[in-house]
């Protein structure tokens, strides 16, 4: 009879809610949480001297490629555009162009692998020929 006092119902359901808020936040303490942790790749702040070292890597790598296939890499990859629109702009066909980028791709791959070797050889105290 005295839930039907409109007084006393907010103060009813206000109890009700703060009860179950309760309970759920017992059940939440029995249980251990458990979080999974990713480790980094890299360090948290940026190394100045390596993306100076990487982007020597690559302007060497690039300036060993012809300059079809070098057009074909800073078309796509470096301006944004489309492989439909490099063939157009080159004046190719579309698949003169996926050629090219998957050749060029392959050749400046070994060259920055070759490079990398190289550049821990000499860092590990060995002599380069």
Request: charged share 35%; proline share 5%; aromatic share 2%.
């Given at each position: 009879p005295g839930l039907r006092d409109p007084e006393r119902f907010d103060a009813w359901l206000h109890r009700l809610t703060v009860n179950t808020c309760l309970e759920a936040a017992?059940?939440?303490r029995r249980?251990?949480?458990?979080?999974e942790l990713t480790p980094m790749a890299g360090p948290a702040i940026?190394?100045?001297?390596?993306?100076?070292?990487?982007?020597?890597?690559?302007?060497?790598?690039?300036?060993?490629l012809a300059p079809e296939?070098?057009?074909?890499?800073?078309?796509h990859y470096y301006l944004g555009m489309s492989?439909?629109?490099v063939a157009v702009a080159l004046g190719i066909p579309i698949g003169t162009v996926k050629?090219?980028?998957?050749r060029s791709l392959g050749v400046m791959r070994s060259t920055i692998a070759s490079a990398e070797e190289a550049g821990a050889a000499m860092s590990s105290?060995?002599?380069v020929a």
């Open positions: 017992r059940r939440r249980r251990p949480i458990e979080v940026g190394d100045h001297q390596s993306v100076v070292a990487v982007r020597e890597l690559l302007d060497d790598a690039l300036r060993r296939w070098r057009a074909v890499i800073v078309l492989l439909p629109d050629s090219r980028l998957h105290g060995g002599q």
